[in-house]
């Protein structure tokens, strides 16, 4: 993470970009907040007013009914100050929440979309507790910098001004003493200012992990409970939740304290203005009136330096979740899509990999100068120990991730050339880790297509045999399956998911370990179906048990990253030792 804590330029510039859509909205909110900081200076001028000429002048006048008007007009005009101040107030924070919203949403959607394309590796540094908290409370943070901080601070320099000007005016003097505690107000915000910051920023990463920690043991429940380690996980979660509590102790600590210092500190303009003002007042330099809206405006002016002391240091603390954000922002998507993209119509389904080289960087795994070629409608298995880089393939084939050298095509064009969204239509994808969303099975089954029909989907899932499970379930299709499918045993996962492939109906189907879960019987069945809907496909299936890939048109096996052998089952049988042993060991031969 950069560790910058200052607004430059470039970084003012890129949240501007988020400001930039409603800024009609913004300027209106302006506006709005100009008239309320012209309008906090009615009350004190009132005051002025009714001391220095409406009571002097009632003393004086006889006419009962002009008093009575006078006195009513008075009351009214103050009436009609308030409602305005009401109505402008509701307007300003109808607006800025307005956008806030807007952008809060604008960021979020933002975000989310580029997370979307980033590297896979992405979600294997990172933990998911952690994303989401950048996703909430950062973004919560950027957006109340964007319209809060921002804002105030316009108004405050609105008001400060027009307050100074309206001092001055009374008695340029008395504002000079009344200045005095200025300097010390914003000395004393900028340092509590600064230890709150420091705070704050401890606050939010301990939230961080803490979501991070009870994301994961939320998902691990069945593992920690299985291997009793309750009481563990709890110790974890509780010395993370004490550091939490001793931020917020410290926070509210720290706020009180400054706020009561402040408060003090500016305790002593007032008290001076009020006793040396007596003495003026005495002595006729200045009306009591005046002294009074003096005194009240003094009040007023404080406070907006005070929050204008802290903007500063807000913006500081913003600056870390500014930073948190952009760090996701800033990394480059996985897979870059070509400029001039080609569209693969009607697909044939041949694929080749060239001389293909790759490695994953967080492991000396590699995957050295593979070349394969596979024609379309051709069946081919993939064979091979547990990390021999089987799915690694797949990866590479579907563009999970491009390899360092060497070329992979589909029809003969270069996947790297090919729109990503037409070479993912290419492909339906039963994953080894079968994953399924918490919605009801039509909706999982018609994932790639949520206008498929009903008979279409029943068609599908009689194909995978899960049908008659899911007719058999209360609510058949429409029964909703837990987060990741936890409602479903692992092979009725995979059965689904197979469904889902199968209903996209695509050239070249992909299965990975796609029946593993299901017992001899039940695959069996499933192959049966299974090899006519694959009749008109490219089919790419792995497996580790043979019987399922023994019948395939060729048979790759590999080893450490290396195809090692390929063939029939048969020609492998005589040519391969490793195959042999697989084989012997399934008590194939
Ligand atoms: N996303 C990844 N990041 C880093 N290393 C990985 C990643 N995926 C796999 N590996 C490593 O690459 C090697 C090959 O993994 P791969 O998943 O291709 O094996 P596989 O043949 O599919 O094995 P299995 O039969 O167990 O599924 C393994 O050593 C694994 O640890
Ligand atoms: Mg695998």
Redesign the pocket.
């Known amino acids: 993470m950069s560790g910058k804590k200052t607004l430059d330029f470039p970084v003012a510039k890129r949240l501007w970009q988020y400001l930039l859509p409603y800024w009609r909205l913004e300027l209106i909110t302006f506006l709005v907040m100009a008239m309320l900081a012209m309008l906090s200076l009615t009350l004190p001028i009132a005051i002025q007013i009714m001391i220095d000429d409406l009571i002097p002048w009632l003393m004086k006048s006889g006419d009962r009914g002009a008093k009575l008007g006078r006195v009513i007009l008075f009351g009214g005009a103050l009436i009609g100050i308030y409602l305005a101040n009401i109505l402008l107030s509701w307007w300003r924070d109808y607006l800025a929440g307005k956008i806030g919203a807007n952008i809060i949403a604008d960021i979020r959607s933002q975000f989310f979309g580029h997370l979307e394309r980033v590297s896979?590796?992405f979600y294997?540094t990172h933990q998911v507790g952690e994303i989401m908290s950048r996703l909430m409370s950062d973004v919560a943070r950027i957006q109340d910098l964007l319209t809060a901080t921002l804002l105030s601070f316009l108004a405050n320099i609105l008001l400060l001004v027009a307050i100074f000007i309206y001092l001055l005016n009374v008695n340029w003097l008395l504002t000079l003493v009344a200045l005095i505690p200025v300097p010390l107000t914003i000395w004393l915000s900028n340092l509590f200012g600064k230890k709150l910051h420091m705070i704050s920023d401890r606050l939010q990463s301990t939230i961080a992990s803490l979501s991070a920690k009870l994301q994961e043991a939320f998902l691990s429940t069945r593992i920690i409970r299985a291997f009793g380690q309750e009481d563990t996980e709890r110790k974890k979660v509780d010395s993370i939740l004490r550091t939490l509590a001793n931020c917020y102790i410290r926070n509210s600590v720290v706020t009180s304290l400054g706020s009561n210092t402040v408060h003090f500190v500016n305790m002593i303009g007032p008290i001076v203005i009020l006793s040396w003002g007596t003495y003026l007042v005495a002595g006729g330099s200045i009306k009591l009136g005046a002294l009074m809206a003096f005194y009240v405006l003094l009040s007023y002016l404080y406070s907006p330096v005070r929050d204008l002391a802290s903007t500063n240091i807000e913006v500081h603390s913003a600056m870390a979740s500014v930073n948190r954000i952009f760090e996701y922002l800033d990394l480059p998507p996985a897979i870059t899509q070509d400029p001039e993209p080609v569209e693969l119509t009607n697909p044939r389904g041949a694929i080749a990999l060239k001389n293909v080289s790759f490695g994953?960087?967080?492991?000396g795994?590699r995957i050295d100068n593979l070349s394969l070629e596979i024609k379309p409608r051709e069946k081919i298995a993939?064979v091979?120990?547990?990390?021999?880089?089987?799915?690694?393939?797949?990866?590479l084939i579907m563009r999970f991730?491009d390899p360092d050298e060497g070329a992979i095509t589909i029809d003969g064009v270069d996947v790297r050339r090919v729109s990503i969204q037409s070479l993912r239509s290419c492909f339906g994808l039963v994953d080894?880790d079968p994953l399924l969303f918490k919605t009801t099975l039509f909706n999982n089954i018609a994932y790639a297509d949520p206008k498929a029909a009903m008979e279409e989907v029943v068609a599908a899932a009689r194909i995978a045999n899960i049908h008659d499970f899911i007719s058999g379930l209360k609510d058949g299709y429409d029964n909703e399956v837990g987060e990741r499918g936890v409602t479903l045993s692992g092979g009725e996962k995979q059965r689904v998911c197979l469904a889902r492939a199968i209903l996209k109906n695509p050239p070249i189907l992909i299965l990975?370990?796609a029946t593993s879960s299901l017992d001899s019987n039940s695959e069996e069945l499933i192959q049966e179906a299974l090899n006519r809907v694959l009749a008109d496909k490219t089919a790419i299936i792995?497996a580790?048990r043979l019987s399922t890939v023994q019948h395939s048109d060729r048979i790759i096996a590999?080893h450490n990253?290396r195809i090692v052998a390929e063939g029939t089952h048969e020609e492998l049988l005589e040519r391969s030792p490793l195959y042999r042993e697989l084989a012997s060991k399934q008590l194939l031969i």
Do not use: C, W
């Not at 091979?384 to 990866?395: C, D, L």
């Open positions: 896979l590796r294997q994953y960087e967080e492991n795994f993939i091979g120990p547990s990390g021999a880089g089987k799915t690694t393939v797949i990866n991730f080894q990975d370990e792995i580790h590999m990253g």
